[in-house]
């Protein structure tokens, strides 16, 4: 078996090699049992506001309950569409116990994209922030949707609290946009509704789809990854496994800046560290620091995860840097690579290794992580975790030993059953039970793995493989540097060039610096041509640098 899986001998101690993906029959089993475990301990605190995990248990059946009353049936499908609220996880986990079936839904999406999601998933209700509404109300007619439940970023805090914090969205930073959908109720107002009925008990079976969680979006039309219980339990119990050595049950503090409905922070947040009994912190907003930075300040936060750019953003505030972190225990990196400058400076000011992992929304999603006892290696992406395959598959098919570059392919019990309503895609995509990630990578001897690029993402100068991933990493351990994104543009010689867009730190930067800086670093070839500097860079609502605009932006100017 090691010999198969060279990287078990890297595993830290206590973690198991494999996992029992048949441990819960469904994940509303492990809703159950942890909601009585843990009835008197803080679940979920958002703006100040606590919610105990008895408290969730009582208002995702009253929500559910409501759900059901409405008409809406187990294997229906209802739309979440907001940012990190209490209402989330009520909504999720009520949705469940009713056996609905969740499309999680990025709430910055335009009317467009909300209209192809709705409609390729068949939505019959959703729950939407206030502040959202207006897009909603451009497309409602062209859906499905019979039951709409609006909420506000102020509705559960309380009284006093939640009409202060509505008033400043509404009337004072005017965040709300009007809008007008006919019989719209409010989420308390389903709540209190639900009171009135009993939620039939819906036990469904493992290989029954609960979450259709859509990719990102960045590479054409986006799809539905169909999410079973199964795969859903089993990344839960790999992610638990690995994390048990050092986490302590009920003891943890966690801040989530991370929305939970990326699959990211769906699963690490709402199934992992919910299932041990950790009290996770919610931050509606990722962007403003200062809320980061308090949190920080009122809580003992001992686990984190987010994206690189909110740590490098973090590493470049000075309150966060003057904070207390002697309680962090544990740091995680997803949803897009973490450079090696951003890891090695957390580690510095924070005294916590900053844990690089992999995953995709088709594996529900973590497939790979750095272990966590110290030993976890800087620019890699990990050891696959517990009853997960990992194999490098090159162009001809062939499977490459270690040193080898190619496709990085996974088999394990978390691996999506297939898109919805796409069998095509699915076939492309999952082949002899591999799904096939459109990653290039590597692994070394001892089954540590890296990732080299997107296929789609390499430029390709004079016969040569640049990958973007390698010129940022260099281009970021620049000290004057904040952030940068490399792509390739047309080139009449060597076919493309690398082209790079730089976010300074410091303003006496220019392009002769930086580029001697790459020339010292990086082969000719890899050195970029072009330099733009700019003032920010593109992002997806989690803070992943989206290098499709770049290109789109370069290609509308070739085109004038």
Request: proline share 5%; aromatic share 8%; glycine share 10%.
């Amino acid at each position: 078996m090691s010999e198969e899986r060279p990287w078990l001998k890297n595993y830290p101690n206590g973690v198991p090699a494999n996992i029992d993906a048949d441990c819960y029959p469904n994940l509303v089993s492990m809703f159950e049992e942890t909601f009585k475990k843990h009835s008197n301990l803080p679940a979920f605190t958002c703006r100040g506001k606590t919610l105990t995990f008895g408290q969730i248990d009582t208002y995702s059946r009253q929500f559910g309950a409501y759900l059901h009353s409405r008409g809406i049936e187990p294997g229906d499908r209802i739309a979440l569409m907001m940012p990190n609220l209490l209402q989330y996880p009520i909504a999720l986990f009520g949705a469940l116990r009713a056996g609905i079936v969740v499309v999680n839904t990025n709430p910055l999406y335009t009317p467009r994209e909300m209209l192809h999601q709705f409609n390729d998933a068949g939505v019959k209700a959703v729950v939407i922030s206030e502040l959202f509404a207006s897009n909603l109300e451009k497309i409602l007619g062209d859906t499905q949707i019979k039951t709409v439940i609006s909420t506000s970023v102020g509705e559960l805090l309380g009284a006093v609290k939640g009409a202060v914090v509505d008033f400043v969205v509404r009337k004072v930073k005017r965040m709300v946009p009007k809008f007008d959908i006919a019989n719209t109720v409010s989420f308390s107002e389903a709540l209190k509704q639900g009171k009135k009925f009993t939620l039939p008990d819906h036990q469904g079976g493992p290989d029954d789809v609960i979450l259709l969680q859509y990719t990102g979006g960045t590479t054409g039309v986006a799809k539905g990854a169909m999410l079973t219980n199964r795969n859903l339990v089993a990344n839960m119990q790999q992610n638990q496994a690995w994390m048990q050595p050092f986490l302590k049950e009920t003891e943890e503090v966690a801040i989530c800046p991370l929305p939970m409905y990326h699959i990211f922070a769906f699963t690490v947040n709402c199934l992992v560290l919910f299932s041990i009994g950790t009290h996770n912190i919610l931050i509606t907003n990722p962007r403003d620091l200062g809320s980061l930075v308090d949190t920080f300040k009122k809580y003992p936060i001992t686990l984190m995860t987010g994206v690189n750019t909110l740590f490098n953003a973090l590493l470049n505030n000075k309150d966060f840097k003057a904070l207390d972190f002697s309680s962090l225990k544990v740091s995680v990196g997803g949803g897009m690579a973490v450079q090696k400058a951003v890891a090695e400076e957390w580690q510095r000011v924070t005294g916590c290794f900053l844990s690089e992992g992999y995953g995709m929304t088709e594996a529900s999603p973590v497939v790979s992580t750095n272990p966590l006892d110290g030993t976890g290696r800087l620019g890699t992406i990990g050891v696959p975790i517990p009853s997960t395959d990992v194999r490098i598959v090159d162009e001809a098919g062939v499977i490459q030993g270690p040193g080898g570059v190619g496709e990085i392919q996974v088999k394990g019990p978390q691996v999506m059953k297939g898109y919805y309503n796409r069998p095509e895609a699915t076939t492309d995509t999952i082949k002899d039970g591999w799904l096939c990630t459109g990653d290039i990578g590597t692994m070394s001897e001892d089954g540590f793995f890296r990732i080299v690029d997107r296929k789609k993402d390499m430029i390709l100068v004079s016969g040569f493989n640049v990958f973007p991933n390698e010129v940022e990493d260099v281009i970021a351990g620049h000290p004057k540097v904040m952030e940068v994104a490399a792509i390739g543009v047309p080139h009449e010689k060597s076919g493309e060039v690398v082209k790079v867009f730089v976010v300074k730190k410091d303003k006496s930067l220019d392009e002769s610096e930086l580029i001697g800086f790459c020339r010292e670093n990086m082969t000719g070839y890899k050195v970029p041509k072009v330099v733009e500097f700019r003032t920010d860079l593109p992002k997806t609502n989690i803070g992943k640098i989206l290098r499709k605009e770049l290109r789109k932006e370069e290609e509308a100017k070739s085109a004038q």
